[in-house]
Nanobody, 127 residues
Framework: QLQLVESGGEPVQPGGSLKLSCRIS????????LGWFREAPGKEREGVAV????????YYRDSVKGRFTISQDAGKITVYLQMLDLKPEDIGTYYC????????????????????WGQGTEVSVSS
């Protein structure tokens, strides 16, 4: 079975940077999509970024474009979320998720289209 484990979340100051990691283990096919979602306390889960595993094309929600970058290592075992210029509105539990098919930007709006989820890692942004 496919498993995802996130790490890297921690408190940072506004304007700071953070890099999250999602380690993939188990069976995963080349046409899977990997995504990052976040959930602030009392708020709905929202898509942050997605990447198609085999070709590496990616999509971002508008509020993080130009600040966040989703990527994966050469072996496609780890997916990263590099976050720059963090803002208080970026807080929340960040989840890595896998979808058993390709993603488009629309999958940012459809967390229920993802099949496997990690446990989450907490990100807080405050001065």
């Amino acid at each position: 079975q496919l498993q995802l484990v996130e790490s890297g979340g921690e408190p940072v100051q506004p304007g700071g940077s953070l890099k999250l990691s999602c380690r993939i283990s188990g069976k995963i096919a080349n046409n899977y999509c990997l995504g990052w979602f976040r959930e602030a306390p009392g708020k709905e889960r929202e898509g942050v970024a997605v990447i198609n595993r085999n070709v590496g094309d990616s999509y971002y929600r508008d509020s993080v474009k130009g600040r966040f970058t989703i990527s994966q290592d050469a072996g496609k075992i780890t997916v990263y979320l590099q976050m720059l210029d963090l803002k208080p509105e970026d807080i929340g539990t960040y989840y890595c998720a896998a979808r058993r098919n390709y993603c488009s930007w629309q999958n940012l709006l459809a967390s229920d289209s993802f099949d496997v989820w990690g446990q989450g890692t907490e990100v807080s942004v405050s001065s």
